[in-house]
């Protein structure tokens, strides 16, 4: 088994949720499998006609939600990075 090269630690969860573009097209409803503070393994349908960027709605209503950007997709599944609202400089650099 190889190590965990993540960055940050992720946790296992069993959560339903919808997924809509940038434009604000319903995309479908997903299955949020593990989730870490910097993005998320979803398990949709058609994840190669999705776009790459999209919202992942987490409340009923659509108020709790992550702009993200799709880093990985497979058959049925796809990884998402969650966008900053508000991008972090880093030192050196310019940020997001």
């Given at each position: 088994?190889?190590?965990?090269?993540?960055?940050?630690?992720?946790?296992l969860?069993?959560?339903?949720?919808?997924?809509?573009?940038?434009?604000?097209?319903?995309?479908?409803?997903?299955f949020?499998?593990?989730?870490?503070?910097?993005?998320?393994?979803?398990k949709?349908?058609?994840?190669?006609?999705?776009?790459?960027?999209?919202?992942?709605?987490?409340?009923?209503d659509?108020?709790?939600?992550?702009?993200?950007?799709?880093?990985?997709?497979?058959?049925?599944?796809?990884?998402?990075?969650?966008?900053?609202?508000?991008?972090?400089?880093?030192?050196?650099?310019?940020?997001?």
């Amino acid at each position: 088994m190889r190590p965990e090269a993540r960055k940050v630690a992720r946790r296992l969860v069993r959560h339903g949720a919808r997924l809509v573009g940038a434009d604000g097209a319903d995309l479908g409803a997903c299955f949020m499998l593990d989730l870490s503070a910097t993005g998320a393994r979803l398990k949709v349908h058609g994840a190669t006609q999705l776009p790459d960027d999209l919202y992942l709605l987490l409340s009923h209503d659509g108020g709790l939600r992550r702009q993200c950007a799709v880093v990985w997709r497979s058959d049925g599944t796809i990884g998402v990075e969650f966008i900053p609202k508000f991008p972090i400089a880093v030192k050196g650099g310019r940020g997001r």
